[in-house]
């Protein structure tokens, strides 16, 4: 409409400028698309949908694991045991170094409520029945 962009948010109508409006749309990319580092591990969201763990700083593709989206990091997680090591993480078809990337990507990351109890072997138990962190999504 003219010079305003309407937006519609969970039933409420904003109206935007063309400047809010591509301030905004920038912002959203931005989230959609966009790297967390942690102590030794990072995950991307990618714009195709897909989540990338990597070891922080590394730049090989040996040095990360693409999945589809962050749900099947998720799904993953919640079918692993109270208490696992990468061994566990390995019967999904992990291997190599990439299952002690990801056993420390979710140790790391908010979203998993879990942490490391052992460094040998590398072991995690979730801290709460289900596992999940207090976040409804992940950052």
Same mark, same amino acid.
């Given at each position: ?5 309407? =937006?519609?948010v969970?039933?409420? @109508?904003? #109206?935007?400028?063309? &400047?809010?409006a591509?301030? /905004? ?7 959609? @698309?966009?790297?967390r #580092? *942690?102590?030794?591990?990072a ?15 590394a ?8 999945? #589809?989206? *962050? #749900?099947? =990091?998720?799904?993953?997680? &919640? ?15 992990i291997?190599g170094?990439?299952?002690?990337m /990801? ?9 998993f ?13 979730? @801290? @709460?029945?289900?596992?999940t962190?207090?976040?409804?999504t992940?950052?």
């Open positions: 409409m003219g010079d305003r962009i309407r =937006v519609e969970d039933g409420v @109508t904003h #109206e935007l400028t063309r &400047e809010q591509t301030e /905004l749309r920038g912002q959203i990319d931005d989230a959609l @698309t966009s790297r #580092e *942690f102590l030794h591990t995950g991307e969201y990618r714009d195709d949908g897909a989540y990338v763990v990597s070891r922080r700083g730049d090989s593709a040996g040095n990360s694991k693409v999945f #589809e989206s *962050f #749900e099947q =990091v998720r799904r993953l997680y &919640e079918r692993l045991p109270t208490e696992f090591t990468a061994d566990a993480v390995s019967r999904s078809g291997t170094s990439r299952r002690h /990801l056993v420390r990507h979710y140790a790391e990351h908010p979203a409520d879990c942490t490391i109890t052992r460094r040998s072997p590398l072991t995690v138990v979730k @801290t @709460t029945a289900d596992g962190g207090d976040e409804a992940a950052d």
